[in-house]
């Protein structure tokens, strides 16, 4: 803990130097992990202070932000993409593409049904890296934009900053349109077409293709495309929202699209804790 005293105390310094106006009290990096520790224990603001003013009898030099520059903090937070915190590897990633709705209050549905009020949801989309179980894209969006809309985001943005090899989608995601897209940059299209489709190119060679080799046998076109491993963007939904709750707990639109964010990076943090717990590296 002395270390990461230091350590703020050093971008501290950073962050005020050539500053002008009023100095900053709090690094960044205390701010984070302050905010880290609000949303896994789903704690208030006035009691994530309180909760650091008690921490800091015990510890030297270690200061509390009241309640109130902490939210102002945590909204002009720089959060870093999902992408920037997976290691740099030359191996080509194959991603798993899926969205799922958050709640924008936790008023519980009850008030929903009985009082006719009806909050609306968040959109939240993801590219997972199947390999490290890790978010390596996210956008957030209000409830009617379509999943769809979103795949090419998305992928352009893996694509930004590594090789993707693969593609595992849902059949939401059956477009001729995305299809043509992973094919013109040479991936792999492992979406599952819908029923009825038919084998007919009608503007998309790859999309006939994969319908004619899902129709032939899909559990074998499963097995061959190792499409079985696109769990792993359900399973991040999953575990979001078991250990961070179904619903934002900021009020504003753009709050919540960083709280998003800022549970995406803690995601990926302790899904990297765990899996060098598992491998009994430190």
Do not use: C
Not at 114 to 124: A, D, E, N, P, S
Not at 230 to 249: C, I, L, M, N, Q
């Amino acid at each position: 803990m002395i270390e990461d005293i230091q350590e703020w105390e050093q971008e501290l310094k950073g962050m005020n130097r050539g500053k002008e106006g009023a100095r900053f009290m709090f690094s960044d990096g205390f701010i984070t992990l302050l905010t880290f520790i609000r949303l896994l224990f789903h704690l208030p603001y006035r009691q994530t202070e309180g909760f650091v003013t008690a921490l800091s009898k015990h510890i030297e030099h270690l200061a509390a932000p009241d309640y109130s520059t902490l939210n102002k903090r945590v909204n002009k937070l720089k959060v870093p993409l999902p992408l920037e915190d997976m290691q740099p590897d030359d191996e080509p990633l194959t991603i798993a593409v899926d969205a799922s709705g958050i709640k924008v209050a936790n008023s519980g549905d009850w008030i929903r049904r009985v009082w006719k009020k009806r909050k609306g949801y968040l959109k939240v989309h993801v590219a997972v890296d199947v390999k490290s179980k890790k978010i390596a894209a996210l956008k957030v969006t209000r409830e009617k934009t379509g999943d769809n809309r979103m795949f090419k985001p998305l992928v352009k943005t893996v694509m930004k900053a590594r090789r993707v090899r693969r593609v595992l989608a849902d059949g939401a995601y059956d477009a001729r349109v995305n299809f043509n897209f992973l094919a013109q940059h040479g991936v792999d299209a492992v979406i599952r077409v819908r029923k009825s489709s038919v084998a007919r190119s009608r503007g998309s060679v790859p999309r006939k293709l994969a319908v004619a080799e899902q129709l032939e046998s899909y559990p074998a076109w499963r097995l061959r495309h190792g499409y079985g491993f696109r769990w792993r963007a359900e399973g991040v939904f999953s575990v979001w929202k078991r250990v961070f709750g179904e619903y934002a707990s900021a009020k504003k639109y753009w709050n919540m699209v960083k709280e998003m964010l800022l549970k995406a990076s803690l995601y990926n943090l302790l899904t990297q804790i765990t899996a060098n717990s598992l491998a009994g590296r430190p």
